[in-house]
T-cell receptor, first 113, second 114 residues
């Protein structure tokens, strides 16, 4: 596809369950970003990849959150032992490089019950 | 530390009226500034951005914004809104010159009424 694709679009998880959220960036885009958007809030930066290297993970809220991009294209955000406060929309964005426009996917809405 | 303040959480306006959505930022260094729009259940779409040069920036859908360094503001304006402009609008500032590593404001919901 032409844009950033995220799957699943919606995920309901029971508290304590592990989840994995997928992001397919635009082909050829080197930089990839993950954001968390809580209800009624703006997106908050989680982590950033340049190719397969995770250059910044300062926004990950706890060690239950883990992101990877092993081949420099698709990325997965994993949340272990989900808690209710993890309920949010998780947005992925990609850009040609660090200093060009970032394009956002539609997001994955995670609801922890 | 950098931060973004959007002064209005909701802005109701009638169709064809002008609108201004306010954004102030704090930063000790030069910044890049952005406005994004988010329609329900959609991702973010870039409306416009200020990187350098002219302080008046024109974007898509008839929107424009003016960078005011002395007032640390980047207000978004449109002279005549349409029903289809109903959405949430986010102001953002960059970190370290990256156009993808951004700090966002809390958003302003624009409701255009017929």
């Amino acid at each position: 596809g032409a844009g950033v694709s995220q799957s699943p679009r919606y995920k309901v998880a029971k508290r304590g369950q592990d989840v994995a959220l997928r992001c397919d960036p635009i082909s050829g885009h080197v930089s990839l970003f993950w954001y968390q958007q809580a209800l009624g809030q703006g997106p908050e930066f989680l982590t950033y990849f340049q190719n397969e290297a995770q250059l910044d993970k300062s926004g990950l809220p706890s060690d239950r959150f883990f992101a990877e991009r092993p081949e420099g294209s698709v990325s997965t955000l994993k949340i272990q032992r989900t808690q209710q406060e993890d309920s949010a929309v998780y947005l992925c964005a990609s850009s040609l490089d660090h200093n060009t426009e970032a394009f956002f996917g539609q997001g994955t809405r995670l609801t922890v019950v | 530390a950098q931060s973004v303040t959007q002064l209005d959480s909701q802005v109701p306006v009638f169709e064809e009226a002008p609108v201004e959505l306010r954004c102030n930022y704090s930063s000790s260094v030069s910044v890049y500034l952005f406005w994004y729009v988010q329609y329900p259940n959609q991702g973010l779409q870039l409306l416009l951005k200020y990187l350098s040069g002219s302080t008046l920036v024109k974007g898509i859908n008839g929107f424009e914004a003016e960078f005011n360094k002395s007032q640390t503001s980047f207000h978004l304006r449109k002279p005549s809104v349409h029903i289809s402009d109903t959405a949430e609008y986010f102001c953002a500032v960059s970190l370290g010159g990256s156009q993808g590593n951004l700090i966002f404001g809390k958003g302003t919901k624009l409701s255009v009424k017929p």
